[in-house]
């Protein structure tokens, strides 16, 4: 066991290699070191003991706090769900908590967390809060898309110690509120920093980091602005990728490596970081670093999933897709019905509709012929979350599922980040989610810190290859029995004796549900709009693949009347917007080249 330090004296210089927990077992989510031993204060350590009932720290807290303490830059890719956020926040507060002269409000930011959406911005804030709990000089804030800009600036007038920011919001501020002050910034964290670049913030962030002196390649007339020798630069997620490695090159000197790459040579690393800075902005492959100047290997890279997270897959013919949803949802809640699952959609209009579908579809019990008795299909709560919900609303969302012991939460990738909800069991990918590395966020909202958890994903049989892009990053997943759960259910009150095999689509059970679900959005003018709009906005995002997932998700292949039946539609709406008309007249076209007919149209056996 490692000798308790003394309060306040310093930890000591790290090593550029990252200190490996050596009492740990190689696989295990724990470190078998406590807090004390990493160098944190007492008082903190009591705090996450005693307060947050943390016993001790997860492995990747036990390699990365002390380096985070010693002042390096660091980069860090761990499995989600295993305390990144604890970890560079612990030691933010641990030093700064030591600061002498005590922090004040008046001296402004000294560490800024950079997180790519609202809802993170929220939860990165709340354990901010938490952590400074016994330190009141210590003040958290954030800022962040969607707030009023006249409040933060009061805010940041009067000073936060720890500023959680969302990049656009933080870059206005940056430019326009004169009394926000960061002359004492001495951190700048990128949690999700493969996200944040993915979604679009590339130029943002080299704004951020021009205006605030810490680019390696800044002016001299940007860093005497601020101390950049003091500057400590962080960038974590559970994958790391190509853009990430331009944003290292940018803004880290020599870090600190944690779950990646461990066995290169410091040397080679710095030798690497110094040579090129690149931009954030362009795919170009020009601007993409030759293998030399990688600090994140470009490679078809394994993602770490947590090991315990059960990953499977259920293939489903595009008609009956909502009628297996529903049916897989009422069958877990029958089973447990204390529990949260998360169901990921691809678009706002795609989760708007089946938020009202599974919150208000009604049924007679059994899909008994002869009983006008009504009772909602799914009992649980519904809630959803999406880009476009205004800002209320998003925060009602996401803080009502949070606070569930039993609920569905239908959202788009705005929730796949770093969010942390208690207690959700079972995440199902309704809409395959496209790059690999965003499967791994998605089912990360499960199985987290040791917890169980299920992943689902939904799959048509034309896209079943999907299985094998996955596979090359190392994630396997089994076929899920279907057929089990629908004999579970009755028909006309009653459950079939002995069953013949029988295909999906016409099982009895199915074919009710799809018949149930036809008729309310039929019923319903709202719902039926709601069913049109998100048909359209599905479309769109499936053309919307990329590279070499386009050869998987083909539009083509799609059978247009059997996509309006999986939004509960009998028909299917005309496709109006130029994006539509473009992509039949590019179907026919195709059609004609592979010397096809137009695809046969299978009749539905029209409801009574
Ligand atoms: N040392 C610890 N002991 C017990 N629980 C912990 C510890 N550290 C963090 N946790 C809990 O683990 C959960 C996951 O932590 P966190 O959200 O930081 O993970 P993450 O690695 O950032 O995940 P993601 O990659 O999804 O963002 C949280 O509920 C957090 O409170």
Redesign the pocket.
């Known amino acids: 066991m490692a000798a308790k330090r003394k309060l306040g004296r310093p930890p000591p210089a790290a090593t550029p290699a990252a200190p490996k927990a050596k009492e740990d077992d190689a696989e295990g989510l724990f470190s078998s070191r406590s807090f004390a031993d990493l160098g944190l204060h007492p008082t903190l350590c009591a705090h996450l003991q005693d307060k947050m009932g943390?016993?001790?720290?997860?492995r990747i807290?036990a390699q990365a706090i002390p380096v985070a303490m010693s002042g390096q830059h660091l980069l860090v890719k761990?499995a989600?769900?295993?305390?990144?956020?604890?970890a560079y926040l612990a030691p933010i507060v641990h030093l700064l908590q030591m600061r002498e002269p005590r922090v004040e409000r008046t001296h402004g930011t000294f560490a800024l967390v950079i997180v790519p959406t609202r809802e993170l911005c929220l939860q990165v804030y709340g354990i901010a809060q938490q952590l400074v709990h016994r330190f009141h000089w210590l003040v958290p804030g954030y800022v962040m898309g969607g707030e009023s800009r006249s409040k933060e600036k009061a805010r940041l007038r009067k000073g936060i110690s720890i500023l959680i920011a969302t990049p656009g919001r933080l870059l206005d501020h940056l430019q326009h509120t004169s009394s926000f002050v960061y002359s004492n910034l001495r951190w700048i964290v990128f949690d999700?920093a493969d996200s944040i670049l993915e979604l679009g913030f590339g130029k943002a962030v080299e704004d951020i980091l021009g205006l605030l002196g810490s680019r390696n390649d800044a002016s001299d007339e940007n860093k005497s602005k601020t101390d950049p020798m003091q500057r400590q630069n962080l960038l974590l997620s559970?994958t790391l990728n190509e853009k990430v490695n331009r944003l290292a090159n940018i803004s880290l000197k020599n870090p600190v490596m944690i779950g990646l790459d461990e066995q290169k040579k410091p040397s080679e690393r710095s030798s690497a970081l110094g040579k090129k800075h690149t931009s954030l902005l362009s795919d170009d492959e020009e601007e993409i670093p030759d293998k030399h100047n990688n600090i994140v290997e470009p490679a078809v890279d394994d993602f770490k999933l947590p090991a315990q997270l059960v990953q499977r897959y259920v293939k489903v013919s595009c008609g009956s897709r909502l009628a297996v949803l529903l049916t897989i949802l009422k069958s877990q809640f029958e089973k447990q019905v204390s529990q949260k699952v998360v169901v990921f959609m691809s678009t706002c209009d795609a989760v708007d509709f089946h938020h009202t579908v599974l919150s208000q579809l009604e049924w007679s019990r059994g899909l008994a012929l002869d009983t006008d008795k009504k009772q909602k299909f799914l009992g649980c709560k519904v809630f959803r979350l999406h880009g476009n919900m205004d800002q209320e609303d998003r925060k009602k969302s996401y803080l009502g599922f949070s606070s569930e012991k039993s609920a569905i939460l239908v959202c788009t990738d705005v929730a796949a980040r770093?969010l942390?909800i208690p207690k959700v069991r079972c995440i199902i990918q309704y809409d395959s989610p496209g790059e690999a590395s965003e499967y791994v966020h998605r089912v990360?909202r499960t199985a987290?810190?040791g917890e169980k958890g299920e992943a689902l994903l939904f799959l048509q049989p034309v896209e079943i290859d999907y299985l094998r892009d996955l596979e090359l990053h190392g994630v396997s997943l089994t076929e899920y029995p279907f057929q089990k759960v629908l004999d579970g259910f009755p028909v006309n009150g009653e459950k079939p004796l002995k069953r013949k095999p029988i295909s999906l689509d016409m099982h009895p059970w199915i074919l009710s549900v799809q018949r149930t679900l036809e008729n309310y959005v039929a019923s319903e003018a709202t719902t039926n709009k709601l069913a049109r709009d998100a048909f359209c906005s599905w479309l769109r995002a499936y053309t919307a693949h990329r590279g070499e997932l386009k050869k998987i998700f083909m539009v083509k292949k799609l059978h247009l009347g059997h996509v309006a039946r999986s939004f509960g539609l009998k028909e299917q709406p005309s496709l109006v917007g130029r994006s539509h008309q473009v992509q039949l007249k590019k179907r026919k076209k195709e059609q004609k080249r592979e010397g096809q007919g137009p695809t046969k149209r299978r009749k539905f056996p029209t409801k009574k």
Do not use: N, V
């Not at 943390?54 to 997860?58: K, L, N």
């Not at 989600?80 to 604890?86: A, C, H, M, P, R």
């Open positions: 943390f016993q001790g720290p997860t807290q761990a989600t769900g295993t305390g990144k956020t604890l999700e559970a770093g942390d990360g987290r810190i």
